[in-house]
């Protein structure tokens, strides 16, 4: 079965950084992109980040551009986060996930189709 397995989260002081792997694994499957969602208590889970494995664009949420990158290699089914600059606000836990058919550029989170279990990032003193 198609699992994606976060890793690299952990506590953090603000002004740090970290970077967040996922890596797919299982039977091969056709992807467009992938993206990095997070998610705090009560709220809903908010993007992040996205890749379009095709064109290689990328999209991210308006409160991490700048400081967040993502990365990867669709053929070594691996996909990155590197995060700098971290804030308190960036406290979640975040999930990595990926998009079979729809256009990356106009995904919501509804249209990926294959998620992880996350990975929790604290940032604080």
């Known amino acids: 079965q198609i699992q994606l397995v976060e890793s690299g989260g952990g506590l953090v002081q603000p002004g740090g950084s970290l970077t967040l792997s996922c ?3 299982g039977p091969p499957f056709r992807r467009n992109g992938m993206g ?14 996205s890749i379009d494995w ?4 990328k999209w991210y949420a308006h409160a991490v551009k700048g400081r967040f990158i993502i990365s990867g290699d669709n053929a ?6 590197q995060m700098n600059s971290l804030k308190p606000e960036d406290t979640a836990v975040y999930y990595c996930a990926a998009v ?7 995904a919501t989170r509804s249209d990926y189709d294959y998620w992880g279990q996350g990975t929790q990032v604290t940032v604080s003193s």
């Open 54 to 57: 095709r064109s290689g664009n």
């Open 23 to 25: 890596e797919v694994s």
């Open 36 to 49: 990095w969602f997070r998610q705090v208590p009560e709220k809903e889970r908010e993007f992040v980040a």
């Open 100 to 106: 079979v058919n729809e256009d990356v550029s106009i």
């Open 76 to 81: 070594k089914n691996t996909l990155t986060l």
